[in-house]
């Protein structure tokens, strides 16, 4: 998967020519600590949709990423808004990816995480009915399941007026999901940001102006401000930018 639109590094240490599959996974690998990475596309203007869905945003550069990301992660974090709107199918990796994974006892396939307070689900939507490891629901104590979501998925529930997401994590990473991969939508990652939950923003821009109307990677109530670190600018071919923020830990 090395071909296509090359991508290189211009910041820190730029020169490097088009990235391999394994240098880019080198910068993006896995935290020593658990983590929680969230992922977006937007335009130059900061629309997270063009026609209402992500397709538009995204190329091939940032499908390589994407890709990558999930090969690296423990657990597939989505809200249900996006899991409903985008019709999210079964997580499925390569043959290659699922071995680069079982060298490093890592689980072949992650475990798919759906955030839904309501239970609004579909347990025939392709991500439940043909999931190749059981997904897992973080939820209400009171949200009532849909007939047939309990074969499908095990439901873990945190919180009672909303789904807490700083317990669910917790109880992701006590049954060993450390390593989070977010994939959004800007409801969750407004709610995540509010938590100081976030230890990492990768997000790639598009270079085009959606103009007024698309919402932004994030949404929902006002939160107070939390400073990143850059940690590198990689750059497509076609323009495409792709930034990875980590928190700014306190010195
Ligand atoms: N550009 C990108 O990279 C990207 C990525 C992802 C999504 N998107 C776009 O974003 C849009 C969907 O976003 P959305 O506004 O529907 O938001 P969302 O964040 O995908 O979903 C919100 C839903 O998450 C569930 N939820 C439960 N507890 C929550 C909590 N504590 N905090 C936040 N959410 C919680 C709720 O589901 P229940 O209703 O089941 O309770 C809530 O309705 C789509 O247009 C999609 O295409 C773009």
Redesign the pocket.
Known sequence: MSGGTPIERVWPAPGTGPLTDPQLTALYDRATQPHLRV????SADGA??LD???AG??GQPDKRVFGLLRMLCDGLL?????????GYGAVRLSADRRAWRRERGLAEFPTLVV???????DPAQGCFADAPVRPLV??RSDAVPPAGLAEVADLIRC?TD????AAGLAELRRRGLGQVLC??????????TAADLVDELCL?VAPLLAGAGP?R?T??PASAPRHLSLRHVLAAADGVLMLRYTRDHPT
Do not use: K, M, Q
């Not at 989505?78 to 985008?86: D, F, N, Q, S, W």
């Open positions: 992922n977006f596309v937007a997270v949709t209402d869905y992500s945003l995204s989505v809200a249900a808004g996006t899991l409903r709107h985008e955030v839904s307070g309501s239970l609004d689900l973080l939820t919180g909303h789904v807490d997401l994939e959004g939508g800007p409801h969750l990652f407004g709610a995540l790639t919402g990677i949404a929902g």
